[in-house]
């Protein structure tokens, strides 16, 4: 492996982007006009959030607060005795909520119901909110006031939450990750499948093939050259979300280009595994709605997960972008590590994986098979 | 550097692509300093046989050599060491002249200073001069097809295997590129090269007929003269046979084995 090799294949497709203008526009235009574009809420109906329920009062009143929720889709309820720390039990066991019933809630509820609202002393009930998805916060925030108000007949009971990640997170601030790697996947994936279509077509391929050059060299090419242009879109999308949308950024930004060039490199993968399937260019270009409609409608980008459809759901987690918008969500939003949310980060790491080693494998083979 | 023995070996080499022989049995022998011409209709398994020599397509049976070493097992020890010209004009249309070189250059391991010299050299010889900042899908397809050729000659390779060189180009320009070929046979360099243009046997050192993958007749245009006017019971000078005739002839005489095998 000659480092100077993988350089010839970096900067002649470097090269081949920088002549070909149209596609160097829509390159650096599309993460913009995307982060533009999408820049508007979009909601589904949201079922199965998993949320944590501790009642510490165990009175009817609090018993039927329980059932209303467990009644309502949107909620996957379980019940638990006592959480010590709830913050730390949301980052740890994948919760989006702990709703707490504290001690006397019912009796101060009753009270205050009696005399009016002229006294201060209030039923309260605690809300831990994981705020990294807005979507779903704000659904679990109607969720639980319904809850509260079909109590009928009692005064109004007071909602107190605390955010997880300290300021409250807007929909813009982590739909910016979800755009990072859309973007990304889209031109990595794309560019890479039709320039190695074309190096069959025109039998540059061949050339390739007899000349020193290793397939692991000629991809590593690619990847360097992909992992450039995805580190420049994500400074155009952060641009332009800083910019026009004031966005909030907890994490390191460091740990995002990490992460968004390590799913570049998947994609340049995935790219040259399709590659296979296409013997000419407009072959290759059926396969691009192959990559963008998954992207864009389940893997949570656009509505959460758990706004899908039940049966549909297990196709997301065959979506590259699922695992990338947990990753990059977690690492922008919430300002953890890439390890601490594990299966994103496994996800992206299996999938950079499983498309390098196997891209390789297909190249040997396209590399034989002609005529 | 000097290897004994020849440049390309076939032996018994065959190719099926499913029930299809593209290239079936066929055994030959090219030595260094050669000029060899394999020349028959397309589909005649030309290409094939090129593909197998330079290690891109994997021989079903029989060994295919090249520079001494088995193909592709071997390709590694001969790559730095011969040229390769595709029958597609292989160059990256959306590059321009000079980067085309540049990037085979450097994947050969060349110097960026030495590229530079060598596309001089080349463009001069291959008369693109003004070409080099132009991008190859703007080139005319006669001035593509040299700079292909200049691609496989940029690393300076001992040995050169052109599949079809000439293919598609006007006869003055196919003129022009013999008298490269032959300027390069000259200083020492071998040619496997490939064509259907019947009479561009004539300026070869030795010519292999194909037809249905097989090896018909092998020889100096001359003795395929010779041999063609035998069996066909022609004896004067002056209805000597032209190499169109040559191959005619040669083939009728090869139908009945041919049909043989199938």
Same mark, same amino acid.
């Given at each position: 492996?000659?480092?100077?090799?993988?350089?010839?294949?970096?900067?002649?497709?470097?090269?081949?982007? @920088?002549?070909?203008?149209?596609?160097?526009?829509?390159?650096?235009?599309?993460?913009?006009?995307?982060?533009?574009?999408?820049?508007?809420?979009?909601?589904?109906?949201?079922?199965?959030?998993?949320?944590?329920?501790?009642?510490?009062?165990?009175?009817?009143?609090?018993?039927?607060?329980?059932?209303?929720?467990?009644?309502?889709?949107?909620?996957?309820?379980?019940?638990?005795?006592?959480?010590?720390?709830?913050?730390?039990?949301?980052?740890?066991?994948?919760?989006?909520?702990?709703?707490?019933?504290?001690?006397?809630?019912?009796?101060?509820?009753? *009270?205050?119901?009696?005399?009016?609202?002229?006294?201060?002393?209030?039923?309260?009930?605690?809300?831990?909110?994981?705020?990294?998805?807005?979507?779903? *916060?704000?659904?679990?925030?109607?969720?639980?006031?319904?809850?509260?108000?079909?109590?009928?007949?009692?005064?109004?009971?007071?909602?107190?939450?605390?955010?997880?990640?300290?300021?409250?997170?807007?929909?813009?601030?982590?739909?910016? /990750?979800?755009?990072?790697?859309?973007?990304?996947?889209?031109?990595?994936?794309?560019?890479?499948?039709?320039?190695?279509?074309?190096?069959?077509?025109?039998?540059?391929?061949?050339?390739? @093939?007899?000349?020193?050059?290793?397939?692991?060299?000629?991809?590593?090419?690619?990847?360097?050259?992909?992992?450039?242009?995805?580190?420049?879109?994500?400074?155009?999308?952060?641009?332009?979300?800083?910019?026009?949308?004031?966005?909030?950024?907890?994490?390191?930004?460091?740990?995002?280009?990490? !992460?968004?060039?390590?799913?570049?490199?998947?994609?340049?993968?995935?790219?040259?595994?399709?590659?296979?399937?296409?013997?000419?260019?407009?072959?290759?270009?059926?396969?691009?709605?192959?990559?963008?409609?998954? =992207?864009?409608?389940?893997?949570?980008?656009? @509505?959460?997960?758990?706004?899908?459809?039940?049966?549909?759901?297990?196709?997301?987690?065959?979506?590259?972008?699922?695992?990338?918008?947990?990753?990059?969500?977690?690492?922008?939003?919430?300002?953890?590590?890439?390890?601490?949310?594990?299966?994103?980060?496994?996800?992206?790491?299996?999938?950079?994986?499983?498309?390098?080693?196997?891209?390789?494998?297909?190249?040997?083979? =396209?590399?034989?098979?002609?005529? | 550097?000097?290897?004994?023995? /020849?440049?390309?070996?076939?032996?018994?080499?065959?190719?099926?692509?499913?029930?299809?022989?593209?290239?079936?049995?066929?055994?030959?022998?090219?030595?260094?300093?050669?000029?060899?011409?394999?020349?028959?209709?397309?589909?005649?398994?030309?290409?094939?046989?090129?593909?197998?020599?330079?290690?891109?397509?994997?021989?079903?049976?029989?060994?295919? #050599?090249?520079?001494? *070493? /088995?193909? /592709? *097992?071997?390709?590694?020890?001969?790559?730095?060491?011969?040229?390769?010209?595709?029958?597609?004009?292989?160059?990256?249309?959306?590059?321009?002249?000079?980067?085309?070189?540049?990037?085979?250059?450097?994947?050969?391991?060349?110097?960026?200073?030495?590229?530079?010299?060598?596309?001089?050299?080349?463009?001069?010889?291959? #008369?693109?001069?003004?070409?080099?900042?132009?991008?190859?899908?703007?080139?005319? &397809?006669?001035?593509?097809?040299?700079?292909?050729?200049? !691609?496989?000659?940029?690393?300076?390779?001992?040995?050169?295997?052109?599949?079809?060189?000439?293919?598609?180009?006007?006869?003055?320009?196919?003129?022009?590129? @013999?008298?490269?070929?032959?300027?390069?046979?000259?200083?020492?360099?071998?040619?496997?090269?490939?064509?259907?243009?019947?009479?561009?046997?004539?300026?070869?050192?030795?010519? &292999?007929?194909?037809?249905?993958?097989?090896?018909?007749?092998?020889?100096?245009?001359?003795?395929?003269?010779?041999?063609?006017?035998?069996?066909?019971?022609?004896?004067?000078?002056?209805?000597?046979?032209?190499?169109?005739?040559?191959?005619?002839?040669?083939?009728?005489?090869?139908?009945?084995?041919?049909?043989?095998?199938?």
């Amino acid at each position: 492996m000659k480092g100077y090799r993988i350089l010839a294949v970096t900067e002649r497709v470097l090269r081949q982007l @920088w002549h070909d203008r149209r596609v160097l526009v829509f390159m650096l235009l599309l993460p913009a006009v995307a982060m533009l574009l999408f820049g508007y809420s979009f909601s589904g109906d949201i079922t199965d959030v998993r949320v944590a329920f501790v009642d510490e009062d165990r009175t009817d009143l609090t018993e039927s607060i329980l059932e209303s929720l467990q009644e309502d889709d949107v909620f996957d309820v379980t019940v638990l005795e006592h959480v010590e720390d709830p913050e730390r039990f949301l980052l740890d066991e994948g919760y989006q909520a702990v709703i707490r019933i504290p001690e006397k809630f019912t009796s101060l509820y009753y *009270a205050h119901f009696a005399m009016g609202v002229a006294t201060s002393a209030q039923g309260t009930i605690d809300l831990t909110l994981d705020e990294s998805d807005p979507q779903i *916060a704000t659904t679990i925030r109607m969720g639980l006031a319904d809850a509260a108000m079909d109590l009928g007949e009692g005064g109004p009971v007071e909602i107190e939450t605390r955010e997880l990640y300290g300021v409250e997170v807007r929909f813009i601030d982590s739909f910016a /990750p979800a755009i990072m790697g859309l973007v990304v996947a889209l031109i990595s994936t794309v560019l890479t499948l039709l320039s190695i279509v074309r190096e069959k077509v025109d039998g540059t391929f061949s050339r390739v @093939w007899v000349s020193p050059a290793r397939r692991a060299e000629f991809i590593l090419g690619y990847v360097l050259a992909f992992g450039l242009i995805a580190w420049v879109q994500s400074l155009v999308v952060l641009a332009v979300g800083i910019g026009v949308f004031d966005i909030v950024i907890n994490g390191s930004i460091l740990w995002a280009f990490t !992460c968004v060039i390590l799913f570049a490199v998947g994609s340049v993968g995935l790219g040259t595994l399709m590659s296979a399937l296409a013997q000419t260019e407009s072959q290759a270009i059926v396969f691009f709605p192959l990559v963008i409609l998954p =992207s864009v409608l389940l893997s949570g980008m656009m @509505w959460p997960i758990q706004a899908i459809p039940r049966l549909l759901r297990p196709l997301s987690y065959l979506v590259p972008l699922t695992y990338s918008n947990r990753l990059l969500r977690a690492v922008m939003v919430k300002g953890l590590a890439p390890w601490e949310e594990p299966l994103g980060f496994a996800g992206v790491l299996v999938f950079v994986v499983l498309t390098i080693l196997l891209a390789s494998v297909v190249l040997r083979q =396209s590399a034989g098979e002609r005529e | 550097m000097a290897d004994r023995g /020849p440049a390309f070996v076939a032996q018994s080499l065959t190719k099926r692509f499913g029930a299809l022989r593209a290239v079936d049995g066929l055994s030959f022998a090219i030595e260094l300093g050669e000029i060899y011409g394999l020349v028959g209709p397309s589909g005649a398994g030309k290409t094939t046989l090129i593909r197998m020599l330079c290690g891109l397509t994997e021989p079903t049976d029989g060994t295919a #050599r090249l520079l001494g *070493a /088995p193909m /592709p *097992a071997g390709r590694r020890t001969v790559e730095h060491r011969f040229g390769y010209m595709p029958q597609e004009r292989a160059v990256y249309r959306d590059l321009t002249v000079a980067e085309n070189l540049l990037f085979f250059g450097r994947i050969y391991g060349m110097s960026r200073s030495r590229i530079r010299e060598r596309t001089r050299q080349l463009l001069d010889l291959m #008369r693109l001069e003004g070409h080099a900042d132009q991008r190859a899908d703007r080139l005319s &397809g006669g001035e593509k097809q040299r700079l292909s050729l200049a !691609c496989a000659l940029l690393h300076e390779p001992d040995a050169l295997l052109l599949d079809e060189p000439t293919i598609g180009l006007d006869p003055a320009l196919r003129r022009e590129f @013999w008298d490269h070929f032959h300027e390069l046979n000259e200083r020492g360099r071998t040619i496997l090269l490939s064509t259907h243009y019947l009479h561009e046997a004539e300026w070869c050192g030795r010519v &292999g007929l194909m037809q249905r993958g097989r090896l018909i007749a092998e020889g100096t245009p001359d003795a395929l003269r010779r041999d063609a006017a035998r069996r066909s019971g022609r004896i004067g000078p002056e209805d000597a046979p032209d190499m169109e005739d040559v191959f005619l002839i040669l083939t009728a005489a090869a139908v009945p084995s041919a049909g043989g095998v199938g």
